[in-house]
């Protein structure tokens, strides 16, 4: 009876001893899983505070960008004819916004009218001439304006050296 009673007080201490080894498993586990997850949700919020920052530095960018392209449509509708500064009714974007789209269509049209032929005003100007660099006459017109090397540039009147040919957006 006594050999019996060692015998379960040494399974019972097994297996106190083997569920202690069992729940410490799990702590480390679980300490290990927290502190991952910890990781992660700093890694995230860095992640987050970069994003913020360089959202930040993007406006700033763009708000000067408009700021310095419009200033004269600014000061047209902050300023009135022998009044002091008035504060405007409108946001400052709603006053800037139809204006920056103004002056990217009168940019848009400037270029691709930079780039018609002067000659035939239908074609887009394809060749370059060396040395002066002007681009101003399509490949048909420069053939007849400009057959040959050493004729003159008909924007500056210099000597051509040499025609390039390049090839734009229409080509």
């Known amino acids: 009876m006594w050999r019996q009673e060692v015998k379960a007080k040494e399974l ?6 083997e569920e202690l080894r069992l729940k410490k498993e799990v702590t480390v586990n679980i300490n290990r ?9 700093e890694i995230n919020c860095q992640r987050s505070k970069d994003d913020i920052q360089r959202l930040e530095q993007e406006i700033s960018r ?10 004269h449509q600014l000061q047209d509708a902050f300023f009135t004819v022998g009044l002091e500064h008035t ?5 400052t974007f709603q006053i800037m916004l139809p204006a920056l789209n103004e002056a990217l269509e009168y940019s848009e049209e400037e270029i691709i009218c930079d780039r018609v032929c002067w000659s035939c005003r239908e074609n887009e100007a394809s060749i370059v001439f060396l040395p002066c660099a002007h681009q101003v006459l399509c490949a048909t017109c420069s053939e ?10 008909p924007c500056c009147r210099d000597p051509i050296a040499q025609l390039i ?3 734009g957006t229409g080509s």
Not at 62 to 71: A, E, V, Y
Not at 87 to 91: A, D, K, L, T, Y
Not at 144 to 153: K, S
């Open 12 to 17: 019972a201490i097994a297996q106190v001893q």
């Open 62 to 71: 763009l708000q000067l960008s408009l700021d310095s392209s419009n200033l």
């Open 144 to 153: 007849y304006l400009c057959r040959d090397v050493g004729g003159e540039c």
């Open 33 to 41: 899983k927290r502190d991952a997850l910890h990781q992660k949700m």
């Open 165 to 167: 040919r390049v090839y």
């Open 87 to 91: 504060r405007p009714e409108r946001s």
